[in-house]
């Protein structure tokens, strides 16, 4: 019996060969699609204030601090609001502030903070080193008792350095000042035009869901010179400890926030941007925001940014959550843009 044959093979032979092996075949058309795909991703960056942001999504004031950069990635954020500020220190209110409940929380926090001086002199400084050092731009939430003190106010704030834009705040539920300006559209265009007086930045007014007709408070907020609305602040509400016999918060009511109020966020972002109505400035959605899907409902409802509150406090990477849900949806759809998401189709 013979020996079997030996076929010798250059080392070129060898690796044509191993390349062909390891090589499948391909699909010019198919990849070319394919890295195109992964080039052009949707373009999440929105226009506000007449600045370009990286992404529509913010936090609502009082859920994000200084200290909570050990916690969540504010990078995440296309911009970010102070707590609410004010002329005199606040101590906030006595007794549980705090109150967990189905798909919600209360909260009757009562603003506290430092005095305006001491804000502007101990941590305005380190916000604007935050905001330098992540590329997201800062605004500050402020609360007037009166349309002199909403000036006074704003003409200080009105002198810092790096100031994205200012939200005057004019629905908080948790304080017995400063309610009434959200609540009556005489007092809303006062308080605006006074603000407005005193500054050329660009104003955000946070609005209230505690009235009857929100649109119409809106209104007041755009003709007294807003440059955005937000929608919505918390909503009044209350809870009782049936053991103890009394309510369980210690200011008695506080504001109702989480997933369970969403559906009413909608609600008063559609009112308040209803293109009949004459409404021209952008809206930031709030309320309830916890996922993508909630976010997407809000630029369906008119929103132009959606803010994110109380799921800060039970997951840390919502926004990232948010922000990547919202690009997949876009490319899912086919929109080239975030701003490509159409306004949902409401009966005339």
């Known amino acids: 019996m013979s020996s079997p044959e030996v076929i010798e093979t250059t080392n070129e032979d060898d690796e044509m060969a191993t390349t062909a092996l390891e090589m499948p075949d391909f699909d ?22 007449k600045q370009l942001l990286t ?24 911009l970010l609001f102070t707590k609410t500020q004010g002329l005199k220190a606040r101590l906030g209110n006595k007794g549980q502030r705090i109150w967990e409940t189905p798909s919600g929380m209360l909260n009757a926090i009562g603003l506290p903070r430092l005095s305006l001086d001491d804000f502007i002199a101990l941590e305005w400084p380190r916000w604007l080193e935050l905001s ?16 002199v003190q909403f000036h006074d106010i704003t003409r200080k ?35 605006v035009k006074a603000i407005k007086e005193a500054t050329d930045k660009p104003l955000v007014v946070k609005l209230t869901p505690n009235v009857t007709n929100i649109a ?13 609305l937000a929608a919505i602040n918390t909503i009044l509400a209350m809870d009782i400890d049936i053991e103890a016999g009394q309510p369980v918060l210690g200011n008695t009511t ?9 559906p009413v966020g909608l609600r008063c972002v559609w009112q308040i941007t209803d293109p009949k109505a004459g409404f021209k400035i952008p809206v930031i959605g709030i309320g309830g925001i916890d996922c993508w899907e909630t976010a997407v409902k809000y630029f369906m409802a008119g929103a132009t940014l959606v803010g ?12 990232g959550r948010v922000v990547a849900g919202i690009e997949d949806y876009c490319a899912k759809k086919g929109y080239k843009s975030v701003r490509e998401i159409p306004r949902a189709k409401f009966p005339e």
């Open 308 to 319: 994110i509150g109380t799921a800060n406090f039970c997951d840390f990477e919502t926004a």
């Open 157 to 191: 704030l009105d002198r810092l350095e790096g100031v994205f834009a200012l939200k005057a705040n004019f629905g908080c539920p948790n304080v017995k000042e400063g309610l009434a300006f959200g609540q009556d559209p005489g007092l809303t265009y006062e308080a």
């Open 28 to 49: 010019d058309e198919a990849a070319t699609t394919g890295l195109t795909a992964i080039r052009e991703r949707p373009d999440l960056t929105v226009e506000f204030a």
């Open 55 to 78: 992404n529509p999504v913010t936090n609502a004031s009082g859920t994000i601090s200084l200290s909570s950069r050990k916690a969540v990635n504010l990078g995440q954020f296309g």
């Open 132 to 147: 330098q050092n992540l590329n997201v731009p800062v605004g500050i939430s402020f609360a007037g008792e009166s349309s």
């Open 216 to 228: 119409e408070i809106a209104l007041a907020a755009q003709e007294g010179g807003a440059d955005a």
């Open 254 to 262: 506080g504001g109702l926030s989480g997933p369970a109020i969403y």
